[in-house]
């Protein structure tokens, strides 16, 4: 795998192969005089002044002026609008789909950045090896960190005293080795998107402060960012149809909406039908869960089934009965 696909691969990049399809529809924008009155980031970093744009590498980068044309910058590394633009325009196969990508422009700023980022500390590591890596940089910089991660015997049994149903039936010594490989592979996952997610806050990187007035209330035009400014806790399940833990999910989502909807957001995002949402909020499985407090902070993540007991357990520890 050359370097560019490892990468793009582990910050689930927009346009990978994916099973999810390309969404049409449009978002509706604001005038940037309307945008800088709701936001108005002064010195922040991109997730205190834009909550929910970014979960990935420039959610810590700092908003500044830069100059123009310029929309990231981190020394003499920068991502240029025109760059953003010729991005969309290659992979946007229609004007639906081109307003759809523009609305994610800061994604792809994000996207375009990550790499040189993680390429440029990638071999800062390979001058210190001993040898050097007989793959590619950063291939070999992401290996080293995925084998950082260790996975113990509790860490084994607790995942399979938590998903017995899974396992149907079978004994722990049964199937302590497929699941310990399992976890492990889940680990480093979350070990190198954590540690890739932050490369903009160790490399000082920066967002241009008139880009981001321009782009975030094109990417907040969409029933998650929308319920995360609402005042209420918000719950949100990313699944499919067909997808057998998705399904199983449907009817519990349903309920909580009858029951609880006064109280709580509750959403059901149909990735096929969102996909450059589903990628922003860096959903790599599904189903996947994710509940915001009132003030749209996220309180809590899970990947795979979720029984209504344990969502509303959880809800109460934000208050919500």
Not at 210 to 218: G, R, T, Y
Not at 232 to 241: H, L, R, S, Y
Request: net charge negative; with cysteine; charged share 25%.
């Amino acid at each position: 795998m050359s370097s560019k696909r490892a990468t793009l691969f582990i910050t689930a990049f927009i346009l990978a192969a994916s099973a999810l399809v390309l969404i049409a529809g449009c978002r509706a924008a604001e005038t940037q005089a309307q945008a800088q009155t709701e936001f108005a980031p002064a010195d922040q970093t991109v997730d205190d002044a834009y909550l929910g744009l970014s979960r990935g590498p420039l959610s810590q980068a700092t908003i500044v002026d830069l100059p123009d044309g310029v929309i990231v910058q981190s020394g003499d590394l920068t991502v240029t609008r025109e760059e953003i633009d010729a991005f969309i325009e290659k992979r946007a196969t229609t004007p639906e789909a081109k307003e759809e990508l523009q609305a994610e422009a800061f994604f792809v700023a994000e996207q375009l950045a990550v790499e040189p980022l993680l390429e440029r500390e990638a071999e800062e590591w390979a001058e210190q090896q001993d040898d050097a890596p007989d793959v590619g940089v950063i291939d070999a910089y992401v290996q080293h960190l995925a084998e950082q991660v260790t996975v113990s015997d509790e860490d084994v049994r607790a995942f399979y005293d938590a998903n017995k149903d899974m396992v149907q039936g079978a004994t722990y010594e049964q199937v302590a080795p497929q699941i310990r490989s399992m976890v492990e592979r889940q680990e480093q996952q979350a070990a190198v998107t954590d540690h890739i997610n932050g490369v903009g806050k160790r490399q000082g990187v920066a967002v241009d402060a008139d880009f981001l007035v321009e782009v975030a209330p094109k990417a907040f035009d969409n029933p998650v960012d929308q319920a995360r400014r609402s005042g209420k806790p918000t719950f949100v399940d990313f699944g499919a149809e067909g997808c057998q833990a998705c399904d199983m999910m449907a009817p519990i989502i349903e309920e909580l909406e009858a029951e609880m909807g006064d109280r709580v957001n509750i959403i059901l995002i149909q990735v096929d039908e969102e996909q450059y949402l589903t990628a922003r909020y860096g959903v790599r499985s599904i189903p996947v869960q994710y509940i915001y407090d009132a003030e749209g902070r996220e309180v809590f993540d899970h990947t795979g089934f979720l029984s209504k007991d344990a969502i509303l357990e959880q809800l109460a520890e934000l208050g919500v009965e």
